[in-house]
Structure formats: C-alpha cells, structure tokens
C-alpha cells in the first residue's frame, strides 16, 4: 500500500522521513521498499539532462520521468516538482499545472519552490484536491537572484523571513515541506515551530525527514558534490569499471563468445 499524504502529515515526531529523488524506473524499484516518498525533483534537468540549472526543466519532462517512477513503485509516495515557469505567475496557471501533472502522472503530490509569496497558489491547489510540499530556504530555480546558490538564513532578517515562508505555507495547507541548505539552529528552530513535517536537504537532522538526489548519494552524478551530501557508494567509478572490460572484450573479439550468439537451427 502506498503511503498517503495524510500518513505522512501526521508522521512528526514519530522516526525520521526517508526520501530520495527519483527519476527513472530502475531507480524507483531500487528505492521503493525504504523510503517513505520519493520526488521526481527537476534536478532531473540537471543530472540526467546535463543542462546548467533546474530552470531548464520543462512540464513534459516532469511527466515522463514522472510516469515512470509512479509505475515503477508501490510504497512511496511520489511527489513531483513543479517546474520553472509553470506556477509562479497565477494561481491559476499553477492549478492548470498541476492538475496535469497528477493526471497525466498519476502521482500523488506535487511540490513547489517559495514561502509567503507562494501562499495563495498553495491554498488553491490544496483547496482543488491536490496535496502539496512546500520548499523554502536554497531555491533552486531561483538560482539567476543575489541569494542565489548559497546557504540561506545566516542573518537575522533572513532567518525571520524564513520562519514567516514555513508558517505561511504551512497555514496554506502544505502536508510537509523541504527546507534546503539552511543552518543546523535555524532549522531545528523552523521544525519546532510547525506541526507539519519538515525534510531538510542540507539542513541538519533536526529536521522531520531527509532528502538527498540518489545519483548524488550513489555517487553515479558528475561534478561538484554541495557538502551536505554523504556518498555511500561509488557507481561512477563501477560503471567506468564494468565498460573498459566491456571495451577490451570487445576489441579482443571476446564478447560476444558462443553463449552470447545465436546459432542456426542444425547448429543448435
Ligand atoms: O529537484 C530536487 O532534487 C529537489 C531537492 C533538492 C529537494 O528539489
């Protein structure tokens, strides 16, 4: 039985939430079985699709990927990431946006970027049936503005601007929401303060749950790794492995041998 939305709103203070980004359906079986939801997070454009930023994310890659996660798992439930462009402008648009993604995905949540301005749009898609994560602190798809990618609420005003975003979207009707890359006591403080569960990436484990994007945990992705990440495994180096023999065979004419070859019927 798959987790609802409902479950996981009133798992606080019971064991940490297990989350993992998924996107494809290998992935989505392998993580299946131990996490309570997985998101088919826009860093897809990014990991998979090798472009500079999540703005590149686009409303039919969101549903393919998410298609398949959604047909590949049985337990989590999935949740996935509005892209840039298809919500910010109206409420309206949002609720167009999303109403496409659960029906076309079959998924059981979506999820957005932004606190306080966010607010109304989030009370529209939960008053419209459609259950929503929220995700305050690094904003991905904002990453073009001067807070861009760097840890956020290291100052005063903006830590009390973050505590308002996670009230507000907590008061628009979010069933959890992610908190990313914001200091261990600020966080802690934000979780504290709100009944609804809070999944931090990079945000300490004083937070309700935990995200991480699987390729980064696998270490399978390319390039910089942001701090918060623990790798615990190295599929990078595996595959490379696993190819330059596949290479040598092949150039030694060792693969494909008898086994691997179809023969005629007489030779059978
Ligand atoms: O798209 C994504 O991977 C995310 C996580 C960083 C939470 O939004």
New binding site residues.
């Given amino acids: 039985m798959r987790k609802t939305f409902e479950a996981i709103k009133s798992s606080k203070g019971q064991p940490p939430l297990v989350c993992l ?1 998924a996107y494809t359906a290998p992935i989505a079986a392998a993580c299946d079985n131990h996490c309570d939801m997985l ?1 088919v ?4 454009s990014m990991v998979l699709y090798g472009e500079e930023s ?1 703005q590149q994310a686009t409303m039919d890659m969101m549903i393919a990927h998410g298609r398949g996660v959604v047909k590949s798992s049985k337990n989590a439930l999935i949740i996935v ?1 509005m892209p840039y462009g298809s919500y910010e402008e109206s409420p309206q648009l949002a609720l167009e946006n999303a109403k496409r993604i659960i029906s076309e995905t079959n998924c059981q949540a979506v ?1 957005l ?1 932004g606190g306080s301005d966010m607010a109304e749009t989030i009370k529209i898609l939960v008053d419209n049936d459609i259950p929503v994560v929220g ?1 305050i602190g690094l904003l ?1 798809q904002s990453v073009n503005t001067p807070d861009g990618f760097k840890v956020q609420g290291r100052d005063q005003e903006q830590a009390q601007k973050l505590m308002q975003d996670a009230k507000a979207i907590e008061a628009a009707g979010a069933f959890c929401f ?1 908190i ?1 890359a914001v200091p261990e006591s600020l966080a802690g403080a934000i979780t504290a303060s709100v009944t609804i569960p809070t ?1 931090g ?1 990079g945000a300490s484990n004083t937070c309700d749950g935990q ?1 991480l ?1 699987t390729e980064d945990m696998l270490g399978l992705s390319v390039g910089r790794k942001p701090k918060f990440v623990k790798q615990y495994a190295a599929l990078q180096e595996g595959i490379q492995t696993a190819i330059s023999k596949y290479a040598e065979d092949v150039r030694a004419r060792e693969f494909p041998s008898s086994e691997n070859t179809y023969k005629d019927k007489a030779a059978a």
Avoid at 41 to 44: F, L, P
């Fill in positions: 980004t998101l997070g826009d860093s897809v999540t990431d999820k970027e995700h991905p992610v990313e999944i990436i995200i994007v």
